[in-house]
């Protein structure tokens, strides 16, 4: 009885992500999928996104949490559109939240949407928001072991992010395991490894963001 509920909640989310990338496709929205623990610093790489992106970058993000809106709160500091959708206890973020929190954007005013998942590493790898890409981001706080301990979500991103390397000299942190055990899972998968704090790394996460939207640009010009 619970399966077939839970099958029954999932189709219906992928009917929903379905028209969510559809939407995505006729307004030119590159959307990314933010996933991770509470606390790898998904917000931290945000902010320093949007402050590096030009202010007349049409930007947006969607922020989900169980509670509050510090998150909407430290985001809009740049200056771009941000919305914080409080869950209510539920674990992750699902494509009917994400339709509902869109209805009153005009997607003509954006080309990069981020999706900031509610913390949790495997709640959210199992409803798709409609997005271009899934990427986890893994802290160097949080031991090697992660990718093997939850695979589904690092077996669905795209890119892992390796956050908060300026700690590396204060935790055990084999970062040489922690590539191994992601490859393990996820052969294709591309590694970043980079600071919020320091900066580190961060020029890499631009270029990879607007090189992906590139190919996603360039494979709907050839469709
Ligand atoms: N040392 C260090 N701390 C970081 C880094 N990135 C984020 N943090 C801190 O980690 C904590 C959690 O970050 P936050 O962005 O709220 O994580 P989220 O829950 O994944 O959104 C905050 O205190 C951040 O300042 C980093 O690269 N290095
Ligand atoms: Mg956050």
């Not at 980079?194 to 709907?220: E, M, N, P």
């Amino acid at each position: 009885m619970r399966v077939a509920v839970e099958e029954k909640v999932l189709n219906e989310n992928q009917r929903l992500a379905e028209e969510l990338r559809q939407c995505f496709r006729d307004h030119n929205v590159f959307c990314l999928n933010l996933i991770s623990s509470p606390g790898s610093g998904k917000t931290a790489l945000l902010e320093r996104t949007l402050g590096a992106m030009p202010k007349d970058a049409k930007v947006a993000v969607l922020t989900g949490d169980i509670q509050t809106e510090n998150d909407a709160r430290r985001l809009a500091v740049a200056g771009f559109p941000v919305k914080q959708i409080t869950t209510g206890g539920t674990c992750h973020l699902d494509a009917k939240m994400i339709t509902r929190a869109l209805a009153d954007w005009d997607l003509g005013h954006i080309d990069i949407l981020f999706i900031e998942n509610v913390g949790n590493l495997v709640c959210p790898s199992s409803y798709d928001l409609g997005e271009h890409a899934k990427i986890v981001l893994l802290s160097v706080t949080e031991g090697e072991d992660k990718p093997l301990k939850y695979p589904g979500i690092f077996t669905k991103s795209e890119l892992c992010v390796i956050n908060k390397i300026d700690l590396l000299p204060y935790v055990p942190f084999d970062i040489a395991a922690a590539r191994d055990n992601a490859r393990k899972v996820h052969p294709g998968m591309e590694l970043l490894e980079l600071s919020c704090t320091t900066r580190q790394g961060l020029d890499g996460w631009l270029a990879w963001i607007y090189r992906r939207q590139q190919k996603t640009a360039g494979a709907l010009a050839g469709t």
